[in-house]
């Protein structure tokens, strides 16, 4: 059973390991709110996850410690599993989704763990770490759905606390449950006005689901950037903590998580990974009543991969219209190309790729097809480029 006791006693326990992180003030993300950002991607490992995982291996006993443990993760837990083992010279292995970035895989070896990696999505890694246990006697460190875990994670809402003790709304990004259950019952139990929000994918929206329906529930498939919160299945005790302290869980897209993670990073000069995005997500595009409010959003995490990182930019420039790509039909005459980029210099964008080509079926015989990949400054100005554009006779398809 979570108390609060336990949450503290966590809190105590974590300070020979975790860093406490920066709440900072956010005035360039978005002017509805008071918005702050709990940096949880500068943590030790680079996600909050450390917190739960040491917590719940310091509090084995010499027969467990001597067995070993044994996790499952998308990568995030992993890494803190790994590090709190190694640092309590304990063996650990960890079952981690073939399709994790790589980066989250090397820098659990890195602390030490050996990995195994499993065909799947995490539900698929969870079955084979439930296997290994039942092989070896190792005690399984589970990701969300232990007592001493959600003690750990809750150590982020009495930092809050101290933090901004006025805050109003907190919201945190929802997998399996375990850290929002945490947050959400510290928060609550010392302050029971504060409002709690919770935010998932909408390609793994396993906890809103089970919760609306009141009843836990399994997804078919998720499918989201934000592999860290790719949970089919909540956890049994996490359900029952977000249906009691959990005010509402709602969902973004992957093109808004995307933008999300680009505003971070233009906007706050921080790097937060899809997962840790989702709560900056949900404020931006407006689906929480926390307008003229004091909001905390929970980035979870860092750990994103580079190769990743840089199709999510896209993405994002895409999504707010600073990157765009215009298929125009043209006359196959002289001086066609050149008037579309007058047009297009004289508004100030940037064209990045061009490809002319007369081999379209679906033109006339004397007609061409221009491929633009163009740069502007958003969808204003790539709106008033389309209408000049049209407006001097040209068709874009």
Excluded: W
């Amino acid at each position: 059973m979570v108390t609060l006791d336990k949450i503290y006693h966590a809190s105590h326990i974590l300070k020979e390991v975790i860093r406490p992180t920066e709440l900072i003030r956010s005035t360039r993300i978005t002017d509805s709110c008071n918005l702050y950002l709990k940096t949880e991607n500068l943590q030790v490992t680079g996600s909050f996850k450390v917190r739960g995982a040491y917590y719940k291996i310091s509090q084995l006993s010499p027969e467990e410690r001597e067995k070993g443990v044994i996790a499952c993760s998308a990568g995030n837990h992993a890494q803190g599993v790994a590090l709190a083992a190694t640092k309590h010279g304990i063996k650990a292995k960890i079952c981690i989704p073939d399709g994790a970035p790589i980066s989250k895989v090397e820098a659990t070896k890195s602390y030490g763990a050996e990995v195994c990696l499993v065909k799947g999505v995490y539900d698929d890694a969870y079955e084979k770490a439930v296997s290994l246990v039942k092989e070896t006697g190792a005690t399984f460190i589970h990701p969300f759905d232990d007592d001493m875990v959600i003690a750990g994670q809750g150590s982020i809402g009495l930092e809050i606390i101290d933090q901004l003790p006025k805050a109003d709304a907190v919201v945190v990004p929802v997998g399996g449950g375990g850290l929002i259950s945490g947050v959400a019952f510290a928060m609550k139990s010392l302050d029971p006005t504060i409002k709690i929000y919770g935010v998932q994918a909408e390609g793994a929206a396993s906890m809103k689901n089970s919760v609306n329906d009141d009843k836990i529930e399994t997804l078919g498939r998720v499918h989201t950037i934000a592999d860290g919160i790719a949970v089919k299945t909540p956890g049994d005790t996490t359900f029952e903590m977000c249906k009691q302290y959990v005010d509402d869980i709602v969902t973004v897209s992957d093109d808004e998580i995307s933008t999300a993670i680009l505003e971070l990073i233009e906007r706050e000069k921080i790097i937060a990974e899809g997962a840790g995005a989702t709560s900056v997500a949900a404020v931006m595009f407006d689906k929480l009543p926390v307008k003229g409010k004091n909001v905390v959003c929970l980035v979870s995490g860092g750990n994103i991969d580079v190769t990743i990182l840089s199709r999510v930019i896209n993405r994002g420039l895409q999504k707010t219209g600073r990157l765009a790509e215009l298929v125009i039909e043209l006359t196959d005459k002289p001086g066609q190309l050149l008037a579309v980029s007058e047009i297009i210099s004289s508004y100030g964008a940037n064209v990045v790729a061009i490809e002319h080509n007369r081999a379209d079926e679906k033109l006339d015989i004397n007609d061409c097809v221009l491929r633009l990949s163009i740069e502007t400054r958003n969808q204003e100005h790539l709106d008033e480029i389309k209408n000049a554009i049209t407006g001097s006779g040209f068709k874009i398809r």
